[in-house]
């Protein structure tokens, strides 16, 4: 194997991880934020949330 | 002198209320709600500096000269080395909110030994493969059992059993507990792992960045070798402030859940 395989693999393979890591990040972040919506939507509220709408913070 | 007094007087008053802004400002950070706030505020930023980092730094790492002895090989140094750096330096803001956690009972501390624990294991899984893929043509072997290596995988195998336990046990404030305990017991192969190529004979080379005479690196591989530091330093504390956000979703919407439930159930 040429050295340019392994440096190939390296960067590759870095990048495929980081990726990983941000999308996973990412799409965890947007589930949660939906089901925060979702329960504001059916009248559920933490009782120290602010009166606002659409509030998910 | 009464002058002088009373100027030292409000001068130790304006300290102290200096003082407690500083102890306000961060016990302000403790709020869940008002990290949120600066998260949503902060990581917009972080994010664009973390790409402009990493398109500086590879045009970097692929333009330099190759070593003369490596070759071209040496450019898996610039994603080795500051992954191998970052899976010790999150396991080390993990000891840091661990003691958060069992002295001071800091609301975002657990939240943050939690969402670093997959960060950090990404990391040294990065830092394990690029460094065999690195060992391979230039040692001749994928790997060895030495002591940086090995030290280097318990780490790895302590950041699974970290991720295990979190998920094991139901009351997140009891998983918390337990996980700060073994983190510190565990922080003592962070020095292991630094000193490791001191203190034994390894086939891994000793440092030559952080080193108290300054680096025997040359400048023409220190540089891209730093920015590509920066840039994975700032991934991280980007991604762990998205992860510590997300957990504190999810924390409530479990709390909503259940009260949604109690609700339901006082109802009947």
């Known amino acids: ?57 | 002198m009464i002058r002088i007094r009373a100027s030292g007087a409000i001068l130790a008053q304006k300290e102290s209320m200096t003082e407690s802004l500083a102890i306000t400002k961060i016990s302000d950070l403790a709020n869940p709600t008002r990290f949120l706030a600066l998260a949503a505020r902060i990581l917009p930023w972080m994010a664009g500096a973390t790409a402009l980092l990493f398109a500086i730094g590879l045009y970097l790492s692929f333009t330099t000269e190759g070593d003369y002895q490596q070759g071209d090989t040496v450019r898996i140094m610039y994603v080795h080395v500051p992954a191998a750096w970052l899976s010790m330096m999150c396991y080390t803001v993990m000891a840091i909110s661990a003691i958060g956690t069992l002295v001071w009972r800091h609301p975002l501390a657990d939240v943050s030994h939690k969402a670093a624990a997959p960060l950090g294991a990404a990391f040294t899984l990065i830092a394990l493969v690029t460094g065999s893929l690195w060992g391979k043509p230039m040692w001749g072997t994928w790997w060895v059992w030495d002591a940086r290596l090995t030290s280097v995988f318990v780490l790895f195998l302590m950041y699974l059993g970290l991720i295990a336990l979190n998920r094991a046990l139901d009351d997140p404030s009891r998983a918390a507990r337990v996980s700060a305990v073994l983190i510190l017991v565990g922080f003592v192969n962070i020095p292991i792992i630094k000193f490791s190529v001191d203190w034994w004979n390894t086939l891994h080379q000793p440092a030559s960045v952080v080193r108290l005479d300054g680096p025997t690196i040359d400048a023409e591989f220190l540089w891209p070798l730093l920015i590509m530091a920066v840039a994975f330093t700032l991934l991280f504390f980007t991604l762990h402030i998205a992860a510590m956000r997300n957990e504190i979703w999810r924390r409530r919407v479990t709390a909503q859940r259940r009260m949604a439930a109690r609700m339901a159930g006082k109802e009947e």
């Open chain 1, 1 to 57: 194997m040429s050295h340019t395989f392994y440096i190939a693999m390296s960067y590759g393979l870095t990048a495929l991880v980081a990726l990983c890591l941000i999308g996973w990040v990412m799409l965890d972040g947007r589930a949660r934020k939906r089901e925060l919506a979702e329960l504001e939507m059916s009248g559920i509220r933490r009782r120290s949330a602010p009166h606002s709408a659409g509030e998910t913070r």
